[in-house]
């Protein structure tokens, strides 16, 4: 099974920053990879897909890039609405395997 | 517009059974693959279990395997989860969700304790 390594696990930083989180997998999963935005107490929404491709209505400050075991996700000028946890998420077969999450904190 | 809400969650002994249900609206079950997705409180997401579009093929996490089934019924565009031989460990909410997932329920909590 692929497993999803995320770094970090916690990312203090400010209103207008940039930011980057990680994910790796134990193996190639191509361009099969998510990311997530979850907010305490509601569900996850997709934020990227297919490792590079913006879902309908997210902003554009937020984007996605890698292939094979490597992936970043970068939030350009980070807003108050942004302050939440996030997960990368293989789906490169019919299972579906998360990362463990990076809660991204007001500094 | 798309929608999946999910019931069936509650408090149940170690040992016992518990079968979630998860209406869809906006799109037909039987042209997606389906999952389930648990949340542990404080913790991560963990993925359960996974039925494919055509309904012949049920995938299920090493910790689940055994215990629960996923299953389906057309005719009332919905998903389900049988969980069975609960322990405490799989207290969190679970989430019904389509395909990548793109679309999610809003989770019902399950919590087994005695």
């Known amino acids: 099974d692929v497993q999803m390594t995320q770094s970090p696990s916690t990312l203090s930083a400010s209103v207008g920053d940039r930011v980057t989180i990680t994910c790796r997998a134990s193996?190639?999963?191509?361009?099969?990879l998510a990311w997530y935005q979850q907010k305490p107490g509601k569900a996850p929404k997709v934020l990227i897909y297919k490792a590079s491709s913006l879902e309908s209505g997210v902003p554009s400050r937020f984007s996605g890039r890698g292939f094979g075991t490597e992936f970043t996700l970068t939030i350009d000028s980070l807003q108050p609405d942004d302050f939440a946890t996030y997960y990368c998420q293989d789906y490169s077969d019919y299972s579906r395997t998360f990362g463990q999450g990076t809660k991204v904190e007001i500094k | 517009q798309v929608q999946l809400v999910e019931s069936g969650g509650g408090v149940v002994q170690p040992g016992r059974s518990l079968r979630l249900s998860c209406v869809a609206s906006?799109?037909?079950?039987?042209?997606?693959?389906m999952h389930w997705v648990r949340q542990a409180p404080g913790k991560g997401l963990e993925w359960v279990a996974a039925l494919s579009y055509g309904g012949i093929n049920e995938h299920y996490a090493e910790s689940v395997r055994g215990r629960f089934t996923i299953s389906r019924d057309t005719s009332k565009n919905t998903l389900y989860l049988q969980m069975n031989s609960l322990r405490a460990e799989d207290t969190a909410v679970y989430y019904c969700a389509r395909a990548l997932p793109d679309y999610w329920g809003q989770g019902t909590l399950v919590t087994v304790s005695s």
């Open positions: 193996q190639s999963i191509s361009t099969w």
């Open positions: 906006g799109f037909t079950v039987s042209s997606y693959a």
